[in-house]
């Protein structure tokens, strides 16, 4: 059974582009989050999707943005790029919204280097 | 606000050792706490989760309690190995974690 999927795994973008990343959920996972995670640092959220809608969203700028499929799958959109956007972009799904046993499920990631 | 520590933020100890993780975090109505393992440039591997009505979860050589009223869990490694080695992570939370900033593990042989 596969896993939560992100593409691509690396890329490098210069300042002033846009960046598009992908994540597919377990199958079954409505829900998808995003995080944020630079060098030597935890995760930080970005967004929460469930069932196509916007249910949280983290201390990000507009240049952030996301959407969810209706197969569930969801991109992660940055505008403008800095250099500080530079880090690992983890996507994690999940059964539902919040329950007891919501086990949070991440995938590898995508690491962006913005030059 | 919820803010999550991680205490201490590197760790070395030799193999067979016994060791606790600690994580503190502000606000004591977490929904669930969920310690994760990541290494290096890799995603996070979930290793328990606490929900908010329990106290404690056990996985093999792994314990993680909870204890709301004092804002504190802690993660027990029973005789530890090398391939332990890793940064462990806590995050409290529904969907939306609130993560530490980690405890860098090396466990020497």
């Known amino acids: 059974d596969a896993g939560v999927t992100q593409s691509p795994t690396h890329l490098i973008k210069t300042r002033g582009q846009h960046v598009t990343l992908r994540c597919s959920p377990i199958s079954g996972h409505k829900s998808v989050s995003w995080y944020q995670q630079v060098l030597g640092q935890g995760p930080q959220f970005i967004f929460q999707?469930?069932?196509?809608?916007?249910?949280g969203r983290g201390n990000f700028p507009d240049r952030f943005s996301a959407r969810q499929f209706p197969n569930y799958s969801s991109e992660l959109n940055v505008n403008a790029l800095l250099l500080g956007d530079s880090a690992l972009y983890l996507c994690?799904?999940?059964?539902?919204?919040?329950?007891?046993?919501?086990?949070?499920?991440f995938g590898a990631g995508s690491r962006l280097t913005v030059l | 606000k919820q803010e999550v520590t991680q205490i201490p933020a590197a760790l070395s100890v030799p193999e067979g050792e016994n060791l606790v993780l600690n994580c503190s975090f502000t606000?004591?109505?977490?929904?669930?706490l969920q310690w994760f393992r990541q290494d290096p440039g890799k995603g996070l591997t979930s290793l328990l989760l606490?929900?908010?009505?329990?106290r404690e979860q056990t996985s093999g050589r792994l314990n993680a309690s909870l204890d709301k009223s004092s804002g504190r869990s802690t993660l027990y490694i029973a005789a530890s190995q090398p391939g332990d080695s890793a940064t462990y992570l806590c995050?409290?939370?529904?969907?939306?974690?609130?993560f530490g900033g980690g405890t860098r593990l090396m466990v020497k042989p």
């Open positions: 999707y469930y069932e196509k809608e916007e249910r």
């Open positions: 606490i929900q908010s009505s329990q």
């Open positions: 606000d004591s109505a977490i929904y669930n």
């Open positions: 994690a799904s999940s059964f539902s919204l919040t329950s007891g046993a919501n086990v949070l499920t």
């Open positions: 995050g409290g939370g529904g969907n939306m974690l609130t």
